[in-house]
């Protein structure tokens, strides 16, 4: 049987600790039979989880016998790993063990170099974090997993339960993996990325000097604005406009307000019923095409299903 081992390290965060167990420990074959054997273990008999605190059965002897590692978030991402567990993952991917992370195991996993030179995602509030500690790896912010074969990530919170399903559909298949997702009450794949929950633009830092122009932009993001419109109204060319956006933002003015302009729709999709088209015109695009083009851009999905995703009822 496929033996499934969940580390857990001290503060550890309970819901990323409980979505893989319940999973797995849940998955039935075609013949009734389990599909995995799910063991937690830690380096110490027990392990602090919030508010409370989680008895161990086993500990870190059990990573170089499993055949599948999961790795879950700790209260502080940024806490030293105890050098013992980052040892033992190195040792279980040495004899080619799967290892996968939940949300702020990410930083768990990528502790030990073992996502080096490969992809990797983690909780988007968390993700420049992450990037800044861990130059080597390419982290996208945007889905809600990334599998690199032996070594697999997943975005924040409930996307766990995205990349466990994943890992059940590539261990025995799409008919195991859709009743594993029912009886988690999940879709067996889910429409989009990590980035349709990123509504509000990232902060400003303080005393930025395009702050007042920022605040412009937003109000009439709905108007059809040029550089040359935007650059006018700050007393600046284009040349120095771009410079400062760059500089300042990371990205050009026109990219900044066509962002905007999605986060301004996403709050119209999720508290109106505006039909598409009308919202489209609405928040300043020209046709609804390029709305649809640039939304799913944004977002990594279409307006309507996102809608039907958070729209309040």
């Known amino acids: 049987m496929h033996t499934v081992a969940v580390l857990a390290l001290d503060s550890v965060v309970p819901f990323d600790l409980a979505t893989p167990m319940e999973v797995f420990h849940r998955t039935r074959l075609a013949d009734g039979r389990a599909g995995y054997q799910v063991r937690i273990c830690a380096e110490t008999p027990t392990v602090t989880a919030g508010a409370f605190s989680i008895a161990v059965p086993y500990g870190l002897e059990l990573l170089a016998d499993a055949d ?115 009886l988690s009450v999940m879709p067996l794949e889910r429409a989009g990325g990590q980035a349709q929950f990123i509504v509000h633009e990232p902060p400003i830092p303080d005393g930025i000097t395009l702050e007042p122009l920022l605040a412009w932009l937003r109000d009439n993001a709905r108007h059809e604005l040029t550089l040359a419109d935007i650059a006018k109204h700050a007393g600046m060319s284009t040349r120095t406009l771009n ?22 729709a996403q709050r119209l999709l999720e508290t109106t019923a505006h039909p598409v088209d009308h919202i489209a015109t609405r928040v300043g695009f020209g046709s609804t095409t390029a709305f649809r083009d640039r939304f799913k851009l944004v977002t990594g999905t279409s307006p309507q299903a996102y809608r039907r995703s958070f729209r309040s009822t």
């Open 68 to 182: 599948t590692i999961i790795v879950p978030g700790v209260a502080d991402p940024d806490a030293a790993t105890p050098a013992n567990a980052l040892d033992a993952l190195r040792a279980a991917a040495a004899n080619g063990t799967r290892i996968a992370s939940t949300c702020g195991g990410a930083f768990t996993l990528a502790a030990t170099g073992l996502l080096d030179g490969l992809g990797a995602t983690t909780h988007w509030v968390a993700a420049d974090q992450f990037a800044a500690r861990f130059p080597l790896v390419h982290v996208d912010p945007n889905v809600l997993y990334v599998d690199n074969g032996q070594f697999l990530t997943s975005a924040g919170a409930a996307a766990g339960l995205d990349l466990c399903l994943h890992m059940i559909r590539r261990d025995y298949g799409a008919a195991v993996a859709a009743d594993a997702a029912r």
């Open 243 to 264: 410079r400062r956006f760059r500089d300042q933002i990371g990205t050009t003015p026109l990219q900044w307000l066509l962002r905007v302009r999605v986060h301004q």
